[in-house]
């Protein structure tokens, strides 16, 4: 299997950042002279159960300043590099904070939840929500093929299927709106707008969605109960004899509802010749074993995500169900933990799929699809 | 996190000074390093070119395990627990880093006669949400199957016997017993187990680091004592207690050592 994969900072962790510090501080005797750029450090709380490290490139600290300029830029349309209302397209006209950023199935204009660009390029797969990316160490978009944040950033802008715009008049509009210089300043140190500040701010911004406040989070901290059902579709969740999900999807001991890992899950039986998507995860790793295999998603708010899977096959969660009950499809390239192929999937009975169902359903955080400090400014920069 | 934090506190006070400490004039160091190895070859992953003992053809996809209580038994009697903040180690085919393992402590220079680990986690250290971090929480054991860690997860295909490639997971961690299967548990069993290490005496001269490979056959996993077969047991087992029985008891004889240098 080709997971290799580098925890960025496995063995460091993030005493060792601290500690350096402690170091350099403990000798000096006098603070260094006040330079003119001071912006905040912004602090991430690490909730219960989470883990401790944190994609935080070393170059892109996240900062007070840098995450509000993030924010008007995510959702302002002029990063597309123009200034016709009619042609604008942020980051936000696709990810939306009510779907999880994702869409959503229900989107006015990109109907059944699949988005296409400014020119009306479909996307080659369907939304990826933005939760707790801050976790993920093992690369974004449905095949890992990113490693940054910073990167998808400018990707967007240039992509035929998004904005199909380019970096260089991206940085020039942004840079002639009154306020965004300033701002730029205060986040960076310098007024000039650079393409590399833009993705330095826009993934200071999506860092900070966080989710932790789902009804199975505060179950964990001993806040609320689960219903007889909840608990038997959690059950059902994390037991080899039930639906068998957790290995792949997270549980008790990993609440991030994900592995950010990738598998081939037993939807189709040939990956090869005319069948080939040049987006799977074997065009990342080009060892076979990745063919069809896509990135787990998390499974937090999964129900305002929809359609699922990368290609958007299954409208509902009660279809994703189903497809693990009972159509699995064999091939060579299927992930070994999908050891219920031989019987076709694992085989729940209705009430079984209901309680799975209403256990998935504790995942929900309206917390997180309402926090005001995720969503759109009430006033960009040069409206104030 | 407070072993961390120590640390921390203790390299603040270290910080400024330029002597080293009084006890550390010699330095014994080892460093630990994980093969593995089928019928004396080294591991191809991905390919359906092995038989066990029971006759099943069968592919190893990755391999990821813990060890733990690494444990030096010198000539003298005495013996030296390895006591690493982070002395619970993990080990994964397919992440290179974890298979090198430079043991933290200072060990006393020496003759040992050899040394022994337990396969897994005991019950006392094996509680869960210990491993925040990805890959080891990765290794999580469902609370409602008793919680803490797998101790190793082995996920290869077998061809079973309607000649189709099937997987099977052969994940081992505690097991319970069940008043009516697969609902009711009534306990749990801890599956741990000590392993002495075969041919692993060494002696420790001052200030060398001594490397120590240790190898897991994979096909012992299935030989002895127990013949161990998929097409009885299936793809999975964290739910059956009587093939993690056979599977621990095999587990004996499964490493070998080699003592470098």
């Not at chain 2, 400490?21 to 191809?44: A, N």
């Not at chain 2, 199957?145 to 505690?174: A, C, R, T, V």
Request: proline share 7%; with cysteine; net charge negative.
């Amino acid at each position: 299997m080709s997971r290799k994969i580098t925890y960025h900072s496995v063995r460091a962790s993030l005493g060792i950042p601290l500690i350096v510090i402690l170091l350099l501080s403990s000798c000096k005797k006098e603070a260094p002279a006040p330079s003119p750029y001071q912006p905040t450090p912004y602090q991430i709380e690490i909730p219960f159960g989470f883990p401790t490290n944190l994609n935080i490139p070393a170059d892109n600290p996240m900062t007070v300043e840098g995450i509000e300029l993030g924010r008007y830029l995510f959702y302002d349309g002029r990063i597309s590099g123009r200034t016709h209302p009619d042609s604008l397209m942020s980051c936000g006209t696709c990810h939306l904070q009510a779907n999880a950023f994702e869409c959503g199935i229900d989107h006015p204009t990109y109907t059944g939840g699949f988005p296409y660009g400014i020119t009306g390029k479909p996307t080659p797969h369907v939304m990826l929500p933005m939760i707790n990316l801050i976790w993920n160490h093992t690369g974004y978009l449905w095949n890992g093929a990113v490693l940054n944040i910073e990167d998808l950033v400018w990707m967007g802008v240039v992509a035929e299927h998004e904005m199909n715009s380019d970096t260089n008049r991206a940085k020039e509009v942004i840079q002639q709106i009154p306020g965004y210089p300033e701002l730029f300043q205060k986040a960076f140190g310098s007024e000039t707008v650079t393409m590399k500040n833009i993705g330095r701010a826009i993934a200071q911004f999506i860092r900070t969605f966080i989710s932790a406040n789902s009804k199975f989070d505060r179950y964990l901290h001993g806040e609320v109960q689960l219903s007889p059902s909840e608990i038997s579709g959690f059950i059902l969740f994390t037991t080899e004899e039930g639906a068998d999900c957790f290995h792949c999807h997270g549980g008790y001991g990993n609440p991030l509802f994900t592995t950010h890992l990738f598998y081939n899950n037993g939807k189709d039986s040939l990956f090869t010749g005319p069948y080939e998507d040049p987006r799977d995860r074997y065009h990342v790793t080009g060892d076979p074993m990745d063919y069809g295999a896509y990135k787990a998603t998390t499974l937090r708010n999964i129900a305002v995500t929809g359609p699922y899977m990368h290609d958007g096959r299954f409208a509902t969660l009660d279809e994703v169900i189903e497809f693990y009950s009972h159509h699995l499809v064999w091939s060579p390239y299927i992930n070994p933990l999908m050891h219920h192929i031989t019987n076709g999937g694992v085989q729940l009975t209705p009430s079984e799929k209901a309680d799975l169902k209403a256990f998935i359903a504790t995942l929900h955080d309206e917390e997180f699809l309402t926090n005001p400090a995720f969503g759109p400014p009430e006033k960009f920069p040069d409206e104030k | 996190m407070t072993q961390r934090l120590l640390l921390i506190i203790v390299l603040f006070c270290f910080g400024c000074k330029k002597e080293t400490p009084p006890d550390e004039q010699s330095q014994q160091k080892i460093i630990l390093s994980f093969d593995f190895r089928v019928d004396g070859e080294k591991l191809q992953t991905d390919t359906m070119i092995y038989i066990n003992e029971a006759g099943n053809h069968y592919l190893v996809n990755e391999i990821q395990f813990f060890i733990s209580d690494v444990t030096l038994h010198h000539t003298d009697g005495s013996t030296y627990l390895i006591q690493e903040w982070k002395d619970i180690h993990y080990i994964d085919s397919d992440l290179p880093e974890t298979q090198t393992w430079n043991v933290f402590d200072n060990i006393p220079a020496g003759s040992y006669q050899s040394i022994s680990f337990t396969f897994g986690i005991n019950e006392e250290k094996n509680q869960s949400l210990m491993f925040l971090n990805p890959p080891e929480s990765f290794m999580f054991w469902p609370q409602y199957l008793g919680g803490g860690y797998h101790y190793m997860k082995l996920n290869g295909k077998w061809l079973d016997e309607n000649q189709q490639i099937s997987p099977f997971n052969f994940h081992l961690g505690i097991g319970q017993i069940y008043y009516s299967y697969p609902d009711s548990i009534t306990g749990f069993v801890q599956n741990y187990f000590q392993i002495t290490l075969p041919n692993s005496s060494f002696t420790m001269e001052k200030n060398q680091t001594k490397e120590i490979l240790l190898i897991m056959n994979i096909e012992n996993w299935f030989r002895s004592p127990n013949t161990y077969d998929h097409d009885k047991w299936g793809g999975n087992i964290m739910q059956k207690q009587d093939a993690m029985r056979l599977a621990c008891e095999n587990g004996q004889d499964v490493f070998t050592t080699v003592v470098k240098k």
